[in-house]
């Protein structure tokens, strides 16, 4: 009996053990959560989260600026991009007139046959980038400067080809009379391409 009673003041004495170190444990998170929400409820005024704001005020007026100077600096970028454009053709002409002379000059061998070969070949260039140089002019002119472009343009191939048979007909009948006219139809085309790209091109 006294064995019983001994064991129950035991459980007893374990029982007020738990319940007091839960009561302690419950009593320090609370104290912690109680700060916290006093810490949370000071930040506002702290000197730190005032810094924090005026950056982001900066920051948000700064983003502001940039989009109030966006419009000028697309408008810089396309006046440039315009410029550069005729810079790069006329660039780009002259590197081809330097390439199309060294096939010219340098022909296979001097038949006539490898010769109208060579010219044939000048052509199709110089006719390519006759086009692709009018297809921009029609993206950068107004309709009225275009539709005067398109009349004075079939004229000249007119003339161009005019031109040519004019020149050909010195070798009427020979072997020759092909790659005259040929030949002076590159020539003229190559110039019209430089004249468009410095007369028009903006």
């Known amino acids: 009996m006294n064995h019983n009673r001994n064991v129950l003041m035991g459980m007893v004495l374990v029982v007020f053990m738990i319940l007091a170190a839960c009561g302690k444990s419950s009593d320090d998170s609370s104290a912690a959560m109680g700060s916290q ?4 409820a000071e930040s506002p005024n702290t000197p730190t989260n005032t810094e924090n704001s005026n950056d982001t005020t900066e920051a948000e007026n700064i983003k502001t600026n940039e989009k109030v100077d966006a419009p000028k600096k697309e408008e810089n970028v396309s006046t440039k991009t315009t410029a550069s454009l005729k810079e790069d053709y006329l660039k780009k002409l002259n590197a081809t007139k330097k390439e199309m002379d060294e096939m010219r000059n340098n022909p296979i061998d001097n038949t006539t046959f490898a010769l109208k070969k060579v010219e044939g070949d000048l052509y199709d260039v110089w006719d390519g980038l ?3 140089i ?26 161009r080809d005019r031109t040519a048979k004019a020149a ?4 009427e009948g020979g072997t020759m009379e092909q790659l005259e006219y040929v030949a002076v139809q590159n020539n003229l085309t190559e110039e019209r391409c430089f004249e468009l790209v410095e007369d028009y091109m903006k």
């Open 168 to 171: 050909s007909l010195k070798f």
């Open 134 to 159: 009018y297809g921009v002019l029609k993206e950068q002119l107004p309709s009225e400067e275009m539709e005067q472009l398109r009349k004075e343009q079939r004229e000249w191939i007119d003339y």
């Open 37 to 40: 929400s006093t810490q949370k």
């Open 130 to 132: 006759l086009n692709e």
